[in-house]
Every structure is written in C-alpha cells, then in structure tokens.
C-alpha cells in the first residue's frame, strides 16, 4: 500500500468513526447533502490540511480549557476561541454551508447531546468546557 493509499484509508476511517458517533445527529441537524459534502471536502484533504486541522482541533480544546465557568466573553481570549472554532468549521463544512444560525445549532448540539459535551469534557479535563463554548459561540454570533 503506498502512503497516498494509507493516508485515503485513515480518512476514511476518520469519516466511518465520526459517522457512527455522531452521524445520524449531524444529518437530522443539517442534511444529507451538507454532511456528505463535508465527508468529500475532508477526503480530498492533503496531509498538512489534516495536520492543521488536528493541531486546530487541540487549540480549540486547549484554549478552552482555562475559560471553562467563565460568563465574561467580552475578552481576546473568548474571542479568539471562537475565531478558532468559526475557523475550524469553515475548514470542514462546504463554503456555503457556514452562518452564524448553522454555528449556534452546531453548539447548541454540544450541550444537548452527552456524547459531545463528553468530548469537550475530555478534551480539557474540566466538566461543563461544552456549556462554556456553546455560550461563548452564542455570544459572538448573535
């Protein structure tokens, strides 16, 4: 196998995993053809794309972190989360699938489904990391 073809296998992999965690949610929430046009958008990733991306990903967790239990969200460092996270979205969802309505559903979905907030939870080490970038993603979309 060359690693061109090991790298399409792990995306695929990638895809199959987030599809059977979350993918029957993503499709109620935003349709077939949204969620199957961002599985093709990530398979047609390069390498560094899907490096930056993971590096994004741990960013996004990592800035959260010390912002979980916050309710002040007029700081940089709120801003910036949510720049990171707006950004993380325009990297995987179609160009013309991103508005401010299509982010606040996406994170209303992170507090109201376990399975995300336990990501979030996870990803900091801190209970309630979902409640505070729903809130903070709310904040800078209104």
Do not use: C
């Not at 969620?35 to 093709?40: Q, Y």
């Not at 992170?110 to 900091?124: C, L, M, W």
Request: avoid cysteine; glycine fraction near 4%.
């Amino acid at each position: 196998m060359t690693d061109d073809e090991k790298f399409a296998a792990f995306k695929d992999q990638a895809i199959n995993k987030n599809e059977q965690a979350y993918g029957k949610e993503v499709r109620e929430q935003y349709g077939e053809d949204i969620v199957n046009a961002s599985n093709e958008k990530f398979r047609k990733m390069s390498q560094a794309q899907v490096a930056q991306l993971t590096a994004l990903q741990q960013k996004i967790l990592d800035e959260l972190k010390p912002l979980v239990g916050t309710t002040d969200f007029n700081t940089p460092e709120a801003k910036h989360l949510f720049k990171l996270h707006k950004q993380f979205l325009q990297l995987t969802w179609p160009s013309e699938q991103y508005s401010p309505k299509a982010h606040r559903g996406l994170a209303a979905m992170y507090v109201s489904d376990p399975r995300f907030s336990k990501y979030y939870e996870d990803g900091t080490g801190k209970k309630g990391a979902a409640e505070t970038l729903n809130a903070i993603i709310r904040h800078y979309t209104r």
